[in-house]
């Protein structure tokens, strides 16, 4: 079995920051691209950042330039730095991994989904 779970969500003032974290555990051979989505209430979820085992990452427009994210491949871990944080940022994060438990299958996992709200 596998699972991802999230941790650092929250509130936060416009303007602030806050640090999500994902750690994958379980039956794992290795882990291709990680990253991080978000659903606001009422609309679908959408990318907010991915990062390839490699590190390349790709970024929503809307967060270029305020967010980062990394990730820890010996601890199959994915983080989000979000900074300069506006209203329009809340919304549940969800981290997702693309994990394989052998060399040729790769199953797309979901963490159960942190809430951030921003506002004052």
């Known amino acids: 079995q596998v699972q991802l779970v999230e941790s650092g969500g929250g509130w936060v003032q416009p303007g602030g920051s806050l640090r999500l974290s994902c750690a994958a555990s379980?039956?794992?051979?290795?882990?291709?691209?990680m990253g991080w989505y978000r659903q606001a209430p009422g609309k679908q979820r959408e990318l907010v950042a991915t990062?390839?085992?490699?590190?390349?990452?790709n970024y929503a427009d809307s967060v270029k330039g305020r967010f980062t994210v990394s990730r820890d491949n010996a601890k199959s871990a994915v983080y989000l730095q979000m900074n300069s944080l506006k209203p329009e940022d809340t919304a549940v994060y969800f981290c997702?991994?693309?994990?394989?438990?052998?060399?040729?299958?790769?199953?797309?996992?979901w963490g159960q989904g942190t809430q951030v709200t921003v506002s004052s």
């Open positions: 997702n991994a693309q994990i394989r438990s052998g060399p040729k299958s790769v199953i797309n996992f």
């Open positions: 379980g039956s794992i051979f290795s882990i291709d691209a």
């Open positions: 990062i390839t085992s490699g590190g390349s990452t």
